[in-house]
């Protein structure tokens, strides 16, 4: 078995879950490219599911998932269900196994998903490496334990107030990486809430007593797909995916904040804009920014790295305008990055994809180890 999704249940297979997934593929308007398969000498405990080749051949040529949406099967869809069924798309043609212990667990893949790119879809943030900024209704901040819940507050509604304007009113100071955490947590907390309710409400403890941030965030809930040795296609992407952007320029990689970009993959072509959520990236547009981040970088009076957005906004503007100037652009930036350290032949796209741990209560490996 080489790609798509993969259940290998520790018993017999969950047969009501089994049920749900089936019926809702075969309602859907592509369900005749699921195909079906027992993997031989599997046992009774597995099931392999992947789109068939018409179906690779219509929603993803070559491995690029970008343009699912554009399929005449999904242009009239509702969006939230649009969104869903491009999730499934990418999952059944996925290049490397997307592994299940269970269908409950692949529901609740598919539906995490879901809420961490429309969570994506509102974020809109002030881009601040340093500031401590948060809605001080629900949070507080100690230097050692990071921003935590105040008693009796929700996560769920902390997370969407520091990270939506649509809820607050106000934009809080986030980095990239820091604002990429908040909304992954947050479309866990509401699958663990549908799903998972001691999750949950292992969440919300954890958060009151201490935040749980960068290295250890990544080791607590995501897993990686993908390295510079294997790598992910370059153009393949499911939404809900954590994807870096790496600056290949050594000199402006010297800005705080600019040695790369962290976002979210929502579907439909569209990389999350934490900064203007009015204003997705396309994979191009992402690529021509983090190139021109070399022409807004300079050195203040006090020796410190700085970059001018403004700059960098116009160098952009223009490049987008002019295909001429922004094919050889895209040429060097559409390469996969190079080692850490490495600056030689440019490239900014990762290799891999950081997606959430399991969430059912039977196969949840979330460990949290604070409370």
């Known amino acids: 078995m080489k790609n798509g999704i993969l259940i290998q249940a520790a018993n017999a297979l969950d047969h009501e879950a089994q049920d749900e997934f089936l019926r809702w593929v075969h309602a859907s308007p592509w369900g005749d490219c699921l195909e079906v398969h027992a993997p031989a000498g599997a046992g009774a405990h597995q099931a392999h599911y992947q789109l068939s080749s018409q179906g690779r051949a219509w929603f993803t040529p070559q491995d690029n998932t970008l343009q699912i949406r554009d399929s005449v099967h999904l242009k009239n869809?509702?969006?939230?269900?649009?969104?869903?069924?491009?999730?499934?798309?990418?999952?059944?043609?996925?290049?490397?196994?997307?592994?299940?212990?269970?269908?409950?667990?692949?529901?609740s893949h598919i539906r995490v998903r879901k809420f961490i790119a429309q969570a994506?879809?509102?974020?809109?943030?002030?881009?601040?490496?340093?500031?401590?900024?948060?809605?001080?209704s629900h949070w507080t901040y100690d230097e050692e334990l990071g921003f935590t819940l105040k008693p009796d507050r929700s996560l769920i509604e902390a997370l969407r107030l520091a990270t939506q304007p649509v809820f607050s009113g106000s934009e809080f100071s986030f980095s990239c990486y820091r604002a990429s955490e908040y909304v992954i947590l947050l479309g866990i907390a509401q699958e663990a809430q549908i799903s998972n309710p001691v999750l949950h409400a292992n969440l919300q403890r954890q958060w009151q007593i201490k935040a749980i941030a960068s290295g250890a965030f990544h080791d607590t809930f995501l897993v990686?797909?993908?390295?510079?040795?294997?790598?992910?296609?370059?153009?393949?992407?499911?939404?809900?995916?954590?994807?870096?952007?790496?600056?290949?320029d050594p000199r402006s990689s010297n800005v705080s904040g600019y040695e790369g970009s962290w976002v979210i993959y929502m579907g439909a072509g569209l990389f999350s804009n934490f900064w203007?959520?009015?204003?997705?990236?396309t994979l191009d547009k992402k690529c021509v920014e983090v190139f021109h981040w070399r022409d807004g970088?300079?050195?203040?009076?006090?020796?410190?790295?700085?970059?001018?957005?403004?700059?960098?906004?116009?160098?952009?503007?223009?490049?987008?305008?002019?295909?001429h100037q922004m094919e050889p652009i895209l040429q060097e930036m559409k390469k996969y990055r190079e080692p850490s350290?490495?600056?030689?032949?440019?490239?900014?796209?990762?290799?891999?994809?950081e997606v959430p741990r399991f969430l059912r209560p039977p196969t949840c490996d979330i460990v949290l180890r604070d409370i």
């Open 297 to 323: 970088a300079y050195v203040d009076d006090a020796g410190v790295w700085c970059m001018d957005e403004n700059m960098v906004a116009k160098h952009v503007s223009q490049t987008m305008a002019d295909p």
């Open 341 to 353: 350290g490495v600056y030689e032949n440019g490239g900014c796209i990762d290799a891999s994809r």
């Open 276 to 281: 203007d959520c009015a204003a997705p990236f």
């Open 224 to 248: 990686e797909h993908g390295s510079l040795d294997a790598p992910v296609p370059m153009l393949h992407y499911i939404p809900g995916d954590r994807v870096w952007f790496r600056n290949p």
């Open 120 to 136: 994506a879809q509102f974020t809109s943030l002030k881009f601040d490496t340093r500031a401590v900024d948060r809605p001080m």
């Open 77 to 107: 869809a509702d969006p939230e269900q649009a969104l869903m069924h491009e999730i499934l798309l990418g999952l059944l043609s996925s290049p490397y196994p997307q592994s299940f212990p269970s269908h409950e667990e692949l529901l």
